[in-house]
């Protein structure tokens, strides 16, 4: 079923671990069954951090390699709103965390003097043409905004590494969207979701992954 017609069917995870489990899974399958196309193409997903508005204010909580996305942007910091760094440094005892960003140049900060700060771990994926892939974030540099848990399907990914994407709430004339897979992207496979990012969603057939060791 999720073969012949993948929009009307719906897998919901119980976690984002089972969530990832699954994805991983049902892509086997279809790579197998020719599906989804064999070439590969190897792109870094953001994947939340879980940590706290509170927690975010202490250096220990951070991690080198970790991307830090700032909401608000700082004067002081040279930090503009809605913008990305990648942690280069910390420093536990001080409360410092050192950062290079995206824009250009490293700064050094007491996380507890910024707001509107999130923080992402970084993990490696495979696209391939015909990738069902749900939006782990909302884009606004699409042409039309497309909002976080949206999915769609791969349908073209080109020589520089940039994928088509065929939103499944598309309408005739609407312009497809884009995403660049040599950055570091808020997608992922979209064969199963979380029970949250299933809200709101209308399909056929739905499958529940329970885990009947916690439930016992």
Partial sequence: KHVSNPK?????????????EINE?????????????????????LRNSGVGKSDRKLALNYHPGQRVFYSKKS???????????????????????????????????????????????VEPRGFSIGDRIQYRAPDDSASKRVP????????AIDNKGVATILLDTARRGDLPSTIDLSRSVQIDHGY?????????????RVFVSVDSVAGS
């Fill in 75 to 121: 004067r002081r910091y040279g930090i503009r709103a809605k913008s990305f760094a990648t942690v280069v440094e910390v420093n536990r005892r001080d409360n410092l965390v050192t950062v290079r960003r995206d824009s250009g140049g490293e700064i050094t900060y007491n996380p507890k003097e910024l707001y509107g700060v999130t923080t992402y771990d």
């Fill in 8 to 20: 009307s069917v719906l897998c919901i995870a119980p976690s984002n671990r089972e969530r990832i």
């Fill in 192 to 204: 199963a979701v979380t029970s949250h990012s299933s809200q709101g969603k209308t399909v056929e």
């Fill in 25 to 45: 899974a049902v892509r086997a399958m279809l790579r197998e069954a020719g599906h989804i196309g064999e070439r590969e193409h190897s792109a870094l997903v």
């Fill in 148 to 155: 976080n848990g949206a999915l769609g399907r791969i349908t």
